[in-house]
């Protein structure tokens, strides 16, 4: 079950500089690939259950009999949830691993899947939040570990593109959220019809994630028998005495690139997520009754950027350029943000889909530019701590845009809206510039190849 790691990777039993003899030697296990996928399906169903709701807003609306803004924030709680919670579920990873954090995820996502079904009846909105606030809560243990399983399961040579799969999975989620619903449950005015329909969305979901979490505890486990890199063997082979989750924590906060790439990441991940909460509202506002498209152009801008992610990460593989590639995607996410918002009520629906793509390949591929830029400015930190802390300032940022863009849609229209997405933008991207590329990660594995 065990690859010895390329490109003539020395056994570090005799290695210097504090890895000495307590290290083991660098393999790659095959089980790596399961495990890298589990988690993206476990991944992709709580994601989709995040969206399922925005996607279908007004549709959702009639059923409850409730407001608009009501709906959104059924998106907003996965955000209001992770922000308490981030260090507690971050220090759990950092003391009890990958597994337990696993398990948790998977069986919260599944639970709440179930208590949905609780719902199907109009004058029952309580009992859909929730399921919701239970799947927000499974989303707390998900969100920050594929950094962590990548640096955990994955060598040197690989690690970035590991993250960009793992994070990939929750995109497609997002993707399947934007399709689906709009597809199983059509616009009608038969309360009982809708109920039906809702009824066959909520039975999938609740399966699926049922049967996930019965391959979690089936084939997650908690590390390799092998460290799979230089820089991982160091980290295992340091005792845990040494280790203070607070003193980390201390440390992140202490460190100015870091700081700034966490405001910058929040910056552009929030504009993505009040983009994916309000996009129902605003295509049906410039083209009444297209539903359905709207949750294709949702599905365009995700899968755009889960092409942009993917090779964001192969790139960053073969290049280590994490500043040059992170502000680039930046700036080319600013001009995208601009001519959505310029094309969006032209009337034609082509032309959104256009637009909408080019945002999304790069807004949604800066997701793991964030992650594993953050993990090389802050080794040896637990990468499960440093993505937290970019995912908090995300889903902080992420709560103020949507309801600051949802208010504004509704008061002066939907340019301004998007027309304030892209004055944020645009400040991140002035920020990114000023982040030192600062590659710790990197300079760890050079300094034990020298060894």
């Not at 399922?52 to 998106?75: E, H, M, P, T």
């Not at 606030?133 to 950094?147: H, N, R, T």
């Not at 950027?305 to 502000?327: F, N």
Request: net charge neutral; proline share 4%.
């Amino acid at each position: 079950m065990v690859l010895q790691e390329p490109a003539g990777a020395p056994s570090l039993s005799t290695a210097a500089g504090g890895v000495g003899d307590a290290a083991a030697e660098v393999q790659l296990s095959r089980l790596r690939w399961a495990v890298l996928l589990l988690f993206s399906s476990y991944s992709l169903c709580n994601a989709f259950q995040w969206i399922q709701y925005g996607s279908i807003n007004n549709v959702f609306v009639r059923f409850y009999d409730v407001s608009a803004f009501a709906i959104d924030w059924l998106s907003m709680s996965y955000m209001l949830i992770y922000i308490p919670l981030l260090f507690p579920v971050a220090w759990l990873l950092d003391k009890r691993g990958l597994r337990l954090i696993a398990l948790a995820g998977s069986a919260l996502n599944a639970m709440g899947a179930w208590v949905k079904l609780g719902s199907l009846k109009p004058h029952l909105f309580p009992v859909t939040v929730l399921g919701q606030v239970i799947c927000g809560l499974a989303q707390v243990f998900i969100l920050g570990m594929p950094s962590r399983i990548a640096s955990v399961w994955f060598g040197s040579h690989e690690v970035s593109t590991a993250c960009s799969i793992a994070v990939f999975g929750n995109q497609l989620g997002i993707a399947a959220g934007f399709l689906v619903p709009p597809v199983l449950i059509p616009n009608v005015e038969d309360v009982e019809k809708l109920a039906y329909h809702i009824s066959i969305m909520f039975f999938m979901t609740a399966g699926v994630a049922s049967a996930l979490f019965i391959l979690v505890i089936i084939v997650f486990k908690e590390k390799p028998p092998n460290p799979p890199s230089r820089a991982q063997a160091s980290i295992q082979s340091r005792p845990t005495a040494e280790y203070s989750y607070v003193q980390s924590i201390l440390r992140l906060f202490r460190n100015a690139n870091f700081l700034l790439l966490m405001v910058t990441y929040g910056l552009n991940v929030g504009c993505f997520y009040a983009l994916s909460t309000l996009l129902n509202r605003m295509v049906i506002h410039h083209y009444p009754g297209e539903e359905v498209n709207a949750g294709r152009i949702g599905l365009t801008i995700v899968l755009s950027g889960m092409v942009g992610a993917l090779i964001s990460g192969i790139w960053l593989d073969k290049t280590k350029t994490y500043k040059q590639t992170t502000l680039v995607v930046y700036i080319m996410s600013l001009v995208g943000m601009i001519v959505y918002t310029f094309t969006l009520s032209l009337g034609h629906l082509w032309v959104v889909f256009v637009t909408a793509g080019l945002l999304g390949f790069f807004m949604t591929g800066y997701l793991p530019l964030g992650f594993e830029f953050a993990a090389e400015l802050t080794y040896p930190e637990s990468e499960g701590t440093s993505s937290g802390l970019l995912n908090v300032s995300a889903q902080i940022f992420g709560i103020a845009f949507t309801i600051g863009q949802g208010q504004i849609m509704d008061r002066f229209g939907t340019k301004a809206g998007n027309l304030l997405l892209c004055s944020v933008l645009f400040l991140g991207t002035v920020m990114t510039a000023f982040i030192k590329a600062d590659l710790r990660r990197q300079q760890a594995n050079l300094e034990n190849e020298q060894t």
